[in-house]
């Protein structure tokens, strides 16, 4: 069964960082193209970037520059590194199995920006 | 940039009677592939995405076929045949872009619940 599991969400102040996990479990994650996908609570979706299983990367413009996606093969999880962090960060994250479409996706991991 | 809409926004529908959300695009969707990769989501309450209908009208594994895609171009349709009360929850399209930016574009979502 494919299941992904985001972990690393919490409080963060304006300016910090956080790195989130997402451990997949059912498939190689290095197989695919990963995604992470935010959620404003009440709102509606935003991707912010992918890795393709040939390690490309893209991002959103809104988070290009702060924003890092990686992934350890050997642990088959993704991650995204989150620097300089706002308010406006503030969401539900979660990561998306695809590129053309996205077939499974995590639960999500809750990130508050605030002071 | 690709700009995505959908109506209605919201939809209140009487249990068993049909319901049809449209999705628009401000740009044909034809993937330098010649295909259209739109796709729908749900998102029940307290829920993450699921993937519905992939290329306009594949159902996913697991979808009911009460769910129905169509369209083509610039303009689609999900159908709901006969809405259970498990339908309820906001309902998204979804594109991925190659220009002018590799991303992915989520129309604004469309609420579907019982009147």
């Known amino acids: 069964e494919v299941q992904m599991v985001e972990s690393g969400g919490g409080l963060v102040q304006p300016g910090g960082s956080l790195r989130l996990s997402c451990a997949a479990s059912?498939?190689?994650?290095?197989?695919?193209?990963m995604n992470w996908v935010r959620q404003v609570p009440g709102k509606g979706l935003e991707w912010l970037s992918y890795?393709?299983?040939?390690?490309?990367?893209y991002y959103a413009d809104s988070v290009k520059g702060r924003f890092t996606i990686s992934r350890d093969d050997a642990k088959n999880s993704l991650f995204l590194q989150m620097n300089s962090l706002r308010d406006e960060d503030t969401a539900v994250y979660y990561c998306?199995?695809?590129?053309?479409?996205?077939?499974?996706w995590g639960q999500g991991t809750l990130v508050t920006v605030s002071s | 940039d690709i700009v995505m809409t959908q109506t209605p926004l919201s939809s209140p529908v009487t249990l068993g009677q049909p319901a049809s959300i449209s999705c628009r695009s401000s740009q044909s969707l034809v993937h330098s592939d010649g295909n259209t990769y739109l796709s729908w989501l749900q998102q029940r309450p307290g829920q993450p995405p699921r993937l519905l209908i992939y290329?306009?009208?594949n159902r996913f594994s697991g979808v009911p076929d009460r769910f129905s895609g169509s369209g083509a171009g610039t303009d689609f349709t999900l159908k709901i045949s006969r809405v259970e009360a498990e339908d309820v929850g906001v309902y998204y399209c979804m594109l991925p872009t190659q220009f002018p930016h590799v991303g992915v574009t989520f129309g604004p979502g469309t609420k579907v619940d019982i009147k």
């Open positions: 890795i393709s299983s040939s390690s490309i990367k």
């Open positions: 059912g498939f190689t994650l290095s197989s695919h193209t």
């Open positions: 290329q306009i009208s």
């Open positions: 998306a199995r695809g590129w053309l479409d996205f077939d499974y």
